[in-house]
């Protein structure tokens, strides 16, 4: 499986960014999918994720609230909605695929990786 990350930018702080990941393959419909996201000199974190029918969907403490992810299986393609974006948000953003749909706050669940899309957040 790969997955193509876009929709990262620049916003202010209080701003609104939309995530896609693309996923290549038609058994997107059956994975588990997250995006975690990586700052500067910190390690990489979860922020969210979503079971292959979008019946559960997990997140983290501190985005709850503020961001929201869902699927399209019909378009093979992750979403995440990012709203009220805070200075403390900026990170690489990176979608991931997990075939067995549990564990999805851990890093290790995950088989498939996209490459990352930057979000910066200023104050």
């Known amino acids: 499986v790969q997955l193509q990350a876009s929709g990262g930018g620049w916003v202010q702080a209080g701003g609104s960014l939309r995530l896609s990941c693309a996923a290549s393959?038609?058994?997107?419909?059956?994975?588990?999918m997250g995006w975690f996201r990586q700052a500067p000199g910190k390690e990489r974190e979860f922020v969210a994720a979503i079971t292959w029918n979008g019946g559960s969907t997990l997140n983290a403490d501190s985005v709850k609230g503020r961001f929201i992810i869902f699927r399209d299986n019909t378009k093979d393609t992750l979403y995440l909605q990012m709203n009220s974006l805070k200075p403390e948000d900026a990170a690489v953003y990176y979608c991931?695929?997990?075939?067995?749909?549990?564990?999805?706050?851990?890093?290790?669940?995950?088989?498939?990786w996209g490459q990352g899309t930057l979000v910066t957040v200023s104050s």
């Open positions: 991931a695929a997990s075939t067995s749909n549990y564990r999805l706050t851990l890093f290790d669940s995950y088989e498939y």
């Open positions: 393959r038609r058994t997107f419909s059956r994975l588990g």
